[in-house]
């Protein structure tokens, strides 16, 4: 009897190192399969943060590029507001030249009034015209348009 049990002993002995390398070689595979995993998901964290450095990147590089264009608008508009305000000070200065230009025009305009009576009165007296009265009032109509003029 006592090989009989000594034999179940072993038998037993066996059965329990066989179930106890099965679930060895189970918790190894499940450890291999976690560890596949796990670096599956570092690999995936690691493409996504690159890919994530990535945007980042170009979204900085964007944002500069951004900011430079602002300040390059930025100083069109200056610009822009520079050259209404010359217009505005040009059409100022032409407005005023026109009026200066009127102002001119009247002068030479009495001024040839002026040269007109004076051939008048240069013509009458050259013919030694006798109507002294004539030539006087001639002189002061002249005299009189030779003040506006100045």
Do not use: F, P, W
Not at 79 to 99: F, I, M, N, P, Y
């Amino acid at each position: 009897v006592a090989v009989n049990n000594q034999a179940d002993v072993i038998e037993d002995g066996r059965s329990r190192l066989n179930d106890a390398d099965t679930r060895e070689k189970t918790a190894l595979l499940e450890a291999r399969h976690l560890t596949d995993r796990a670096n599956r998901t570092i690999a995936d964290l690691k493409m996504v943060t690159a890919q994530t450095d990535g945007r980042e990147r170009v979204l900085s590089e964007s944002m500069q590029i951004i900011a430079r264009q602002l300040e390059e608008h930025r100083e069109a508009l200056r610009e822009l507001s520079d050259q209404k305000r010359l217009v505005a000070k040009l059409q100022r200065t032409q407005e005023s030249g026109t009026s200066e230009r009127d102002q001119l025009r009247k002068k030479i305009g009495y001024m040839e009034h002026v040269i007109v009576h004076m051939k008048q009165i240069v013509t009458a007296l050259s013919l030694q015209h006798s109507d002294a009265t004539q030539t006087r009032c001639g002189m002061v109509y002249t005299l009189h348009y030779i003040t506006r003029a100045v």
